[in-house]
């Protein structure tokens, strides 16, 4: 129990990982398979995980790239999330087109957005969680706030996105299926939506005196340990 403490005493939003030092495939299994038991709200299946590998590097870049940066008004510069790219291991979940003809039945539409955050939510505390407890580094990134910057164009980059995610994972996602009235409905690529969550899992480098670093042609935060406000629980 004390172990399990002091390691989420230690715990830090990793900002950049060692990208030679690749976690032992036994604990990415265990994080790969705990997946399928973590709750969902309502019961609703209506997000989809996959996991991007050491191989995945041009995905992980174009992630970066594409999605997972932002614009500061305040500071007037473009801040990447740069760990993604790093990190051996990305837990990337998209959220699901809730639409016919993949989700046919009535109580599997979300009527409430905010539904599928809280299930999002579910999913990447129980990762961060078990990977805690396997000895590894992570860093949860939710910021796609890059694809509603009016310089870029969020449809093009999500019909990219769709094509990447295809591409990579369309032979298992093209398996996924439902029966309704004896009738196999088959996953497709319409199927997916919008870029969600990411969970980095690796080894983490130690935090830097300083808070920016550029990158590319901005910046990436590798500084500033931040802590809660305030304790927020009580007894």
Known sequence: MTDIVERWKNRYTVRSFYEDQIPDIE??????????????????????WVLLTPQDKDFKEWL??????????????????SMIAEAPYVYHSFSIK?????????????????????????????????????????????????LNRKDKDKNKIIKEYRERIWSRFGEELSTTTIQHNNVTIYFKKENIFDPSLTISVGSGKPLTKDRLTPYK????????????????FVK
């Open 64 to 81: 970066v790239d594409e999605v997972y940066n932002r614009w500061s008004d305040d500071d007037q510069h473009l801040e990447y999330f």
């Open 27 to 48: 604990k990415i299994n265990q994080l790969n398979e705990i997946i399928q038991y973590i709750p969902s709200q309502n019961g609703v299946t209506d997000q989809q």
């Open 217 to 232: 042609n901005g910046i990436t935060y590798t500084g500033g340990k931040q802590k809660k406000w305030f304790n927020n």
């Open 98 to 146: 809730i639409t016919p003809p993949f989700f046919i039945f009535k109580d599997s539409l979300r009527t409430d957005a905010s539904e599928f955050d809280r299930s999002a939510g579910f999913h990447a505390g129980a990762i961060l969680s078990t990977a805690l407890e396997l000895g590894l580094d992570t860093a949860l990134i939710c910021c796609t706030a890059s």
